[in-house]
C-alpha cells in the first residue's frame, strides 16, 4: 500500500491557508464595493424618480396653461357713449285706418252680382254684393203662409170670443165656456206674434241679400267672385268678402318704451315719415294711451290721428315717428348687438380690471335699431363687450383684441 505523499498535503495545506488569508484581507473591500454600489442604485432611483416628479410637474403646468389659454375669450370692446340731450324719441308705427272693418255675409248662398273690386271708393249704404239666397226665400215663403194661416185662425178666434160675450151678457153661456174662448183667442194673438216675428226675421235675412258699405272708405280686400258660395257667419272657416277702410284719416299704433311712457300724453304732437316717402313729413297729434303697460314687451302703447286727405299713408303701411321726450342724463347708447336677452332680463357683458368677464342687468331706454340707449346698469367708463357669446358666463377669462377698442 502506498503512503500519501507528504509533500503533496503540505502544499494543499499551504494553498488552503493562503485562500483563508486572502478572503479574509478581501471581505471588508467587497463589503465596502457592495455598500458603494447600492448607494450609487439608490441614488440613481432618487434622481429618476425626482426627474419624472419634476416633468410631471411641468406637464401639468404646461396642460394649466394650454387649457387658461383655451378658456380665454378674446372680445372686441366698446366705450358707451353719453346720449345727446333734445333729441327726439324715434319709434316703429304701424299705420292703420281711421275706420276699419271686414265685411261678412250674413246670407248664405251663391254670389250673384258684385259691383266693387279692391281699391273701389264706395259711399255708405252703397251696395257692394248681391247674394242668390233660393233657401232663405223658400223658407220666407213657407212663413209668410203659416202666417196668413194663423191670422185667419185668429181672425176665427176674436169673431168667436165677440160672440159669446154677447151670449154671456144674455147668460146664455156659462162664464167657463166664455172663459175657454177667450183663452183661445189669446192663444192665437200669441202664434200670430210668433208667426209675424219669424217673417221678419227672415225677411231681415233676405235684405242681407244685399251687401252694402257700412261707412264711407275704399275697399282694401276683395275675396268674393261671382257664382262663389258663402256662407253666414265669422270665423276661421269663412273669409270675409270685403275689407273696407276709411283712410281720409289714419291712426298710427306706437309702443313707447316704459321708462318714456310717463312722458307721453294726449295731445302731443308727433312727426312721422317713411322711407319710401323720403321727402315729406307728416304732422299728428297723440290722441290715445292705453295707460297701461303690457308685461310681455313692458311697452306702453299710444294712438296717433294724422290727417290723410292725399290717401299718401296706406293702412299696414310701417313708418317711424319722432315724439318730443326728455332723455334720461344717465342715458348711454351702445350698439344693440352687445346685448344679452336672458331669462334674467336683458343684460351686457363687460371687461372688468381684473381681466374677467363680469355680467351686468341694464335697462333700455330707446331703440334706435343699431344702437339703443341704455337708461341704468353700465357706466361710460365700461368696457362693453360687442357680440358676447350667448353661453357667456361670470368671472369667464377674456382678452381684449388689440387696437380693436372703439367708441359706439
Keep these: 500500500m502506498t503512503q500519501p505523499n507528504s509533500h503533496t498535503t503540505n502544499d494543499e495545506n499551504l494553498h488552503a491557508a493562503h485562500e483563508r488569508l486572502l478572503a479574509s484581507v478581501d471581505r471588508p473591500a467587497a463589503i465596502k464595493r457592495a455598500r458603494t454600489l447600492i448607494y450609487v442604485i439608490a441614488a440613481l432611483l432618487v434622481i429618476g424618480s425626482a426627474h419624472s416628479v419634476i416633468k410631471h410637474i411641468n406637464q401639468n403646468k404646461q396642460l394649466e396653461a394650454d387649457m387658461a389659454v383655451q378658456q380665454t375669450v378674446y372680445v372686441h370692446v366698446m366705450s358707451p357713449q353719453e346720449a345727446k340731450q333734445g333729441e327726439p324719441l324715434r319709434l316703429p308705427a304701424t299705420i292703420r285706418g281711421d275706420e276699419e272693418s271686414p265685411i261678412y255675409p250674413r246670407a248664405s248662398g251663391y254670389v250673384l252680382h258684385r259691383f266693387a273690386d279692391i281699391g273701389s271708393t264706395v259711399k255708405r249704404g252703397e251696395l257692394l254684393a248681391e247674394i242668390d239666397t233660393p233657401d232663405v226665400d223658400q223658407q220666407l215663403a213657407q212663413a209668410v203662409a203659416t202666417r196668413n194661416q194663423v191670422a185667419a185662425s185668429a181672425a176665427l178666434a176674436k169673431s168667436s170670443f165677440t160672440r159669446w160675450q154677447a151670449l154671456r151678457q144674455k147668460d146664455a153661456v156659462s162664464q167657463q165656456e166664455l172663459d175657454e174662448r177667450q183663452s183661445a183667442f189669446n192663444q192665437s194673438q200669441a202664434d200670430l206674434a210668433a208667426a209675424d216675428a219669424n217673417v221678419k226675421r227672415l225677411e231681415e235675412l233676405e235684405s242681407f241679400k244685399r251687401v252694402v258699405a257700412p261707412f264711407d272708405g275704399i275697399v282694401t280686400l276683395r275675396n268674393a267672385d261671382v257664382g262663389a258660395l258663402v256662407n253666414s257667419g265669422t270665423g276661421s272657416v269663412n273669409q270675409p268678402m270685403f275689407m273696407l277702410a276709411k283712410i281720409d284719416t289714419v291712426r298710427a299704433y306706437i309702443n313707447v318704451p316704459q321708462a318714456y311712457s310717463q312722458q307721453i300724453k294726449p295731445g302731443d304732437k308727433i312727426k312721422l315719415t317713411q322711407a319710401e316717402l323720403p321727402d315729406e313729413v307728416f304732422q299728428g297729434t297723440v290722441s290715445k294711451t292705453a295707460h297701461a303697460i303690457d308685461s310681455v314687451t313692458r311697452t306702453m302703447q299710444i294712438e296717433v290721428t294724422l290727417p290723410n286727405r292725399d290717401h299718401k299713408l296706406m293702412p299696414g303701411a310701417y313708418a317711424e315717428v319722432a315724439l318730443a321726450a326728455k332723455?334720461?342724463?344717465?342715458?348711454?347708447?351702445?350698439?344693440?348687438n352687445v346685448l344679452l336677452f336672458r331669462a334674467e332680463g336683458t343684460q351686457v357683458a363687460v371687461v372688468g380690471d381684473d381681466g374677467l368677464?363680469?355680467?351686468?342687468?341694464?335697462?333700455?331706454?330707446?331703440d334706435m335699431g343699431k344702437s339703443v340707449e341704455i337708461v341704468s346698469g353700465v357706466t361710460a367708463q365700461d368696457r362693453v363687450i360687442i357680440n358676447p357669446l350667448d353661453s357667456a358666463t361670470d368671472k369667464q377669462p377674456v382678452k381684449i383684441v388689440p387696437n380693436t377698442e372703439h367708441p359706439a
Aim: aromatic share 0%; no cysteine.
Design 327 to 336: 332723455t334720461s342724463e344717465k342715458a348711454l347708447i351702445v350698439p344693440a
Design 357 to 366: 368677464l363680469h355680467i351686468k342687468p341694464v335697462t333700455v331706454g330707446r
